[in-house]
């Protein structure tokens, strides 16, 4: 196992712990955007270049701006973007929950055999992706893009309805 | 103890769900708390890249396809939940989970 990868998600789960451990809800979010990154330097790694791209474009371009313009939205006052840590009530039963899961995981993963071929699969080029997408995979594009269509145009409605003057009447 | 790359793989992404799903519980800011589901959502993408790649029988693409689609729910799930985060504290003033507990305005 080379030492990249080994960096990678170090790198990736530490920016990511971090990033749900802090109280600036700021540079919470800022650190995620590394993680993402991170991940998206797995999938080149991995040779999924297609897959990486994407990643980058969505996650760390436009997912994070959303991020960010949420945070700012939300904050309470205009020089303050704290938040109150998680209280000891909340913390330990998902400590206690995420070891479990994360025990249960490992147990079953280093626990079960699983047969990998040592050659790398072949390099899937954009075009085949086009091709694919296009061919086999066409309802499934058409449902993504109408579903996806639905659910920004509906983000919209959420977000842009102000509180009515009078109730039931959205302006 | 023999641990191949799918294994190692498995466990990166094992350890990216944990990390949000701890965070998704134990927060009770909901930004912060949808950041937790997004961080669980990659991890399983990662997931389906490994088996892409070192998987006993590479199909063609197959593995960065489920990724492609993947991506784009969770795309939408980010806005949606953004959106009513947005909107909880226009009507609340407020995120913490513990306050929000109106749908209606």
């Given at each position: 196992m080379s030492l990249a990868f080994l960096l990678i998600a170090f790198l990736t789960v530490a920016t990511a712990a971090v990033a749900m451990a802090l109280r600036n809800l700021i540079r919470s979010a800022l650190l995620l955007v590394a993680s993402w990154a991170g991940i998206a330097a797995f999938y080149l790694w991995a040779g999924a270049e297609f897959v990486a791209f994407a990643q980058v474009l969505v996650y760390v371009g436009a997912i994070s701006m959303v991020v960010l313009f949420a945070v700012l939205l939300t904050r309470?006052?205009?020089?303050e973007a704290e938040v109150t840590p998680a209280s000891a009530g909340r913390l330990l039963p998902a400590l206690i929950t995420g070891g479990a899961v994360l025990g249960v995981l490992v147990g079953a993963i280093v626990g079960s055999p699983l047969r990998t071929t040592a050659k790398p699969p072949p390099p899937v080029t954009v075009r085949e992706i086009g091709l694919q997408l296009m061919g086999p995979h066409a309802a499934a594009l058409v449902v993504v893009g109408a579903l996806l269509t639905v659910a920004l145009l509906g983000a919209v409605v959420i977000a842009a309805t102000s509180r009515p003057a009078d109730p039931g009447e959205p302006r | 103890m023999n641990l191949s790359p799918l294994h190692l793989c498995l466990l990166f992404s094992s350890a990216l769900f944990c990390v949000g799903l701890i965070g998704a519980l134990s927060r009770s800011n909901a930004i912060l708390v949808l950041l937790g589901v997004e961080l669980m959502l990659n991890a399983g993408n990662i997931n389906l890249i490994a088996f892409w790649r070192y998987g006993p029988a590479p199909a063609e693409g197959t593995g960065i396809l489920f990724v492609l689609f993947a991506i784009a729910i969770a795309a939408a799930e980010a806005a949606v939940g953004l959106a009513l985060v947005i909107a909880v504290h226009r009507h609340q003033?407020?995120?913490r989970l513990q306050e929000a507990n109106r749908l209606r305005g």
């Open positions: 309470p006052s205009r020089d | 003033r407020n995120i």
